[in-house]
């Protein structure tokens, strides 16, 4: 339509220059001027116009959410991993605790280099100073999830209900003083929950979890390369296992060479936060 009025105009101009009358050429070559100028001004705003909406068409990248849905859940039968529809089932879940004390750093260190997720179950009176809280904070910057241990360690079948409640939530409020969020998995010391610990877990929204097997704490198996052993070809070591291992110097010394011999039987360290803490 632009164009047309355009060829109007420049027909007009030439007619006029064929006449005598200067003047009026003079005055339509200025309306002529005019009129080019509105042209291009709604050129300009068109564009403009399209680019804003090739703009709205996509997201901005601070916009963009990745929502990552639940692929395993615990079995609490038997304490495994299990995958939710089509999810890899030969996966293992790698546990350390007793959390931070001498080794745990480390250990989060080798296993970040190794693209190896775990959760690191922690124990409240080893983040009492602020010098611990820092590795607390910096272990769960490296990407690892953070786990209740309680507080004392103390086996929760020897205490009062007041005392389980403090040993579990008191270690959460702590936790998230720290590290800005509440441990998502609870695990008992010794393994020994009682009906008041599994409805306090409940109520913080906690998974609660033991173990498939773990060797660290027994002494035949404190050297790097006993304990590398057991934990690679260990006869439960099924799809799905759950890995106990604690902070200890020759855990530390193993951990690497476990983490590797677990993969070259083609079994791939499960990230914390792909496991649903909702409740069937």
Request: net charge negative; aromatic share 8%.
């Amino acid at each position: 339509m632009r164009i047309t009025r355009l060829i109007i105009a420049i027909y007009s101009l030439l007619i006029l220059m064929a006449c005598t009358d200067f003047s009026a050429v003079e005055s339509k070559r200025t309306e002529l001027e005019k009129e080019e100028e509105k042209l291009n001004d709604l050129d300009v705003q068109e564009s403009n116009s399209d680019a804003n909406q090739a703009g709205a068409d996509v997201m901005p990248a601070e916009e963009e959410v990745s929502l990552t849905e639940p692929q395993y859940k615990i079995n609490a039968n038997n304490w495994t991993v299990e995958p939710i529809n089509q999810a890899n089932s030969k996966v293992v879940l790698l546990t350390i605790d007793d959390a931070p004390d001498k080794n745990a750093l480390e250990m989060a260190r080798i296993l970040k280099k190794l693209s190896a997720p775990a959760i690191f179950f922690v124990n409240g009176h080893f983040i009492d100073t602020p010098e611990e809280a820092e590795v607390l904070k910096e272990i769960h910057e490296l990407g690892f999830a953070i786990g209740n241990h309680t507080y004392s360690h103390l086996n929760l079948a020897s205490l009062p209900e007041a005392q389980q409640y403090k040993e579990i939530v008191g270690l959460n409020d702590r936790v998230e003083e720290i590290i800005g969020e509440r441990p998502k998995f609870f695990r008992a010391p010794f393994g020994s929950n009682t009906d008041y610990s599994r409805k306090i877990a409940e109520g913080e929204n906690m998974v609660l979890m033991n173990w498939t097997y773990g060797y660290d704490w027994e002494e035949e198996y404190q050297s790097k390369e006993a304990l590398t052993d057991v934990m690679v070809n260990s006869p439960y070591l099924v799809k799905g296992a759950n890995l106990l291992m604690h902070d200890r110097k020759w855990t530390k010394e193993a951990l690497e060479d476990i983490v590797k011999g677990l993969k070259n039987k083609g079994f791939t360290p499960v990230d914390p936060a792909l496991i649903s803490i909702e409740k069937e």
